[in-house]
């Protein structure tokens, strides 16, 4: 066992308790902090990937923007309705699903014989080019569509 | 490949462990070491004097979650200026619309920042 | 590093963000799990970009739209979960059924 596979091990066994606290929590403010254990994680996984701007993306935007977005929208409701809220009808529904649904997605993965290519390792000067000649349709219709939650969070939100 | 990224990371590896173990022993130390002995006026939260209120949670105005939005809205916009600005130093491959191409984005973003001017979103009241 | 360990990883984080959304009924817990499937994906795109694609720049553009829309979707969302709050008083997806009919 390589080091490499002992530090992913610990990344994705922090990934995955992030998430289990993330659906098992009931209390809103415990489940934002799962999340961010999750996200954070997540970003020590890109970086495993060589993926060091995605690693860098993922902090920027979802450890600062949207953690503090989610807790600005919780100071909004009152804190009595936190736990107030409790899912008991649809879980044993929701665990046979999910299961089922991990099953049919493993299943493809253990068949394959892809693999093994060793990692390639990309560097941010070629993803700009790339990001800025082939997919620039694509860059463009992303500040729409920022524009767009922009005008809509604002038109939903406003008091009157 | 891996010994090379091991090498790269090693010191955030490093402070990572140093981090979890400074902070680790100092809640044991406090655990340890600090005497413990309950009564209900320590249990209260400090307010001056004052009794406290039962309700400690004050409800913020929908408002200022605007201003929230505007973050997380041009917070990913710096996410794209950052190739950006790697694509456009570099002298003679790129063409020169690559800047254009960033004034259109900015331009459909800062539409969005005047439409909030025009409603009165900025104002802090 | 094998890619099955990544896909492994991205499949079981999806299950559980599938798992609940179906299962929460506050809204913000919802939209925090439909958080966990789109990190699954963007873990997915990303490690086969590295191992397959020569380049290994693709799944990365896509990652980072992902995200970029993960984002817009998660301000719009709060913000409309904000204004079902206002609306009847509490944040719960079983309760808001005053437009079906």
């Known amino acids: 066992m390589s080091g490499e596979v002992i530090v992913f091990t610990i990344i994705s066994a922090m990934v995955l308790f992030g998430a289990l606290g993330v659906v098992s929590t009931k209390n809103v403010g415990h489940a934002t902090l799962y999340l961010l254990i999750t996200l954070g994680s997540v970003a020590g996984i890109f970086i495993l990937l060589l993926a060091e701007f995605l690693a860098l993306v993922q902090i920027l935007i979802y450890g600062g923007a949207i953690t503090i977005v989610l807790l600005f929208a919780l100071m909004l409701t009152r804190v009595d309705e936190f736990s107030s809220i409790k899912d008991a009808v649809q879980r044993p529904v929701a665990i046979v699903v999910s299961v089922l649904l991990l099953g049919v997605i493993i299943t493809p993965f253990l068949q394959e014989t892809l693999g093994g290519q060793s990692l390639t390792e990309s560097n941010l000067r070629t993803l700009g080019h790339e990001l800025f000649t082939k997919w620039l349709i694509p860059f463009e219709v992303a500040s729409l569509v920022l524009l767009v939650a922009l005008i809509g969070a604002i038109v939903v939100g406003r008091d009157d | 490949m891996t010994e090379d990224l091991a090498l790269k990371y090693s010191a955030v590896i490093l402070v990572t462990f140093i981090g979890i173990l400074a902070i680790g022993m100092m809640l044991v130390a406090n655990f340890l070491l600090a005497p413990k002995k309950k009564t209900l006026e320590k249990a209260l939260p400090f307010e001056c004097g004052i009794p406290a209120s039962p309700f400690s949670w004050s409800q913020i105005h929908m408002r200022y979650y605007i201003f929230a939005i505007l973050f997380l809205i041009f917070d990913v916009e710096a996410v794209f200026l950052l190739p950006w600005i790697l694509v456009f130093m570099e002298p003679i491959t790129m063409s020169p619309w690559v800047f254009y191409e960033m004034v259109f984005f900015i331009a459909i973003l800062l539409f969005g920042i005047v439409y909030s001017w025009k409603k009165g979103m900025l104002k802090w009241k | ?101």
């Open chain 3, 1 to 101: 590093m094998e890619l099955i360990y990544f896909e492994l990883l991205s499949a079981v984080l999806f299950s559980i963000g599938v798992y609940g959304v179906l299962a929460r009924r506050h809204a913000v817990l919802v939209l925090m799990s439909i958080e966990l499937i789109l990190n699954a994906v963007t873990i997915n795109a990303v490690a086969y970009a590295t191992h397959i694609d020569a380049s290994g720049i693709t799944g990365q553009i896509i990652a980072i739209f992902v995200i970029t829309i993960a984002a817009a979707e998660f301000g719009l969302a709060l913000a409309i979960i904000l204004r079902l709050y206002s609306q009847q008083s509490n944040a719960n997806l079983d309760e808001a059924n005053r437009m079906k009919w």
